[in-house]
């Protein structure tokens, strides 16, 4: 709500207490990408997804997050887990298409 580091402290404390909770892990790794902490927010977007490997929001948010840094190798790791976890959704292979045609362009 317009403020992220007062946010930061709930969600840190949250996240602390409740650290088996990969929701919790998931939302605090989207805040510190807007605070800019990015070595902190990849640790956290890969603990949530530890938790939940399957969860098509935790594997879209981290190969976002990698697809915005220019790391494709990792980005096309994240993507081939979304397609063989969710062979019904285009997210996944759109993904690795945006990869390809990224690295054709280098």
Known sequence: MGRPEEAFGYLEK???GLP????IQ?????????????PQAEAVLQKA??????????LYA??????KRNRLAEAQKVAEKMVAAHPD??????????????????
């Open 49 to 58: 997804l530890s938790l939940e490997p399957a969860n098509m929001d935790y």
């Open 14 to 16: 949250a996240a602390k």
């Open 89 to 106: 959704q285009r997210i996944g292979r759109e993904i690795m298409e945006l990869i390809e045609r990224r690295n054709k362009g280098q």
């Open 26 to 38: 998931y939302n605090l790794g989207l805040l510190l990408q807007v605070l800019q902490r990015d």
């Open 62 to 67: 981290l190969a976002d997050f990698y697809l």
């Open 20 to 23: 088996e909770r990969s929701r």
